[in-house]
T-cell receptor, first 117, second 111 residues
C-alpha cells in the first residue's frame, strides 16, 4: 500500500539555525499538509498546499515557516530561525482528489522529531 | 477547537469487541466523520470515514446515528496492536479540509 514518507526521522538543530523537513507524499495525491505535535499535546494543523500555493495556514505558521514543492515528488517545510518551542513531531499528510465533498481522507507519514537545543 | 467530544480513555479485553463513542452535535449536513488512530511514536493512521450510512472496512465499522449527532467506531475483536489514541474528526468548516484534532480516546487493550 502506498505511503507518505518523511525524512529525517529525527533532526537535532541549534536554536537559530534553519531546518528543512522533507516529505514524499503518495504519488497521485495533489493536496498536501503539515501538522505538528508537541510532546504530550494535540496534533495541530500548520498549513495546507494545493496547486503550488498555500490554501490555508494556522496562526502557528508565521513568517518563520515556509513550504515548497521543489519537484514532482517532494514537499518540504522550512523553519528559518528555529526556537526552542519549535521542538515537536512534524507530520506530513497528503490527500487524493475526488468528487466535490467526497472527503478523501488524509494519509500521514510517521513524522520527523525535531529537537531544538 | 475540535467539534467532537470523546471519552479520555477506555479499556477492553483482548479478543472482545470495542465500541468507541463520539459526539458531534454541531455537525453540518456536508461534514464527513473521519476516524484516525495514533499508535505510539507513529503518525495518525486513517481508520474509516462516513457521511450518513454505516460503513465497514477491513479495520473497523462505523455506526452513525440517524440524526448524525453521534457515531461509534467498532473494533470487532480488539488485539494488543489496537492499543492507541483514537480520534474522531470532522472537517473544520465547509470549503476547508484541515483536520482539527481533539484529545481523542486512549484505548488500552488488556491481555
Amino acid at each position: 500500500e502506498p505511503e507518505v514518507t518523511q525524512t529525517p526521522s529525527h533532526q537535532v538543530t541549534q536554536m537559530g539555525q534553519e531546518v528543512i523537513l522533507r516529505c514524499v507524499p503518495i504519488s497521485n495525491h495533489l493536496y498536501f499538509y503539515w501538522y505538528r505535535q508537541i510532546l504530550g499535546q494535540k496534533v495541530e494543523f500548520l498549513v495546507s498546499f494545493y496547486n503550488n500555493e498555500i490554501s490555508e495556514k494556522s496562526e502557528i505558521f508565521d513568517d518563520q515557516f515556509s513550504v515548497e514543492r521543489p519537484d514532482g515528488s517532494n514537499f518540504t517545510l522550512k523553519i528559518r530561525s528555529t526556537k526552542l518551542e519549535d521542538s515537536a513531531m512534524y507530520f506530513c499528510a497528503s490527500r487524493a482528489t475526488g468528487p466535490p465533498y467526497s472527503n478523501q481522507p488524509q494519509h500521514f507519514g510517521d513524522g520527523t522529531r525535531l529537537s531544538i537545543l | 477547537d475540535a467539534k467532537t467530544t470523546q471519552p479520555n480513555s477506555m479499556e477492553s479485553n483482548e479478543e472482545e469487541p470495542v465500541h468507541l463513542p463520539c459526539n458531534h452535535s454541531t455537525i453540518s449536513g456536508t461534514d464527513y466523520i473521519h476516524w484516525y488512530r495514533q499508535l505510539p511514536s507513529q503518525g495518525p493512521e486513517y481508520v474509516i470515514h462516513g457521511l450518513t450510512s454505516n460503513v465497514n472496512n477491513r479495520m473497523a465499522s462505523l455506526a452513525i446515528a440517524e440524526d448524525r449527532k453521534s457515531s461509534t467506531l467498532i473494533l470487532h475483536r480488539a488485539t494488543l496492536r489496537d492499543a492507541a489514541v483514537y480520534y474522531c474528526i470532522l472537517r473544520d468548516k465547509a470549503g476547508t479540509y484541515k483536520y482539527i484534532f481533539g484529545t481523542g480516546t486512549r484505548l488500552k487493550v488488556l491481555a
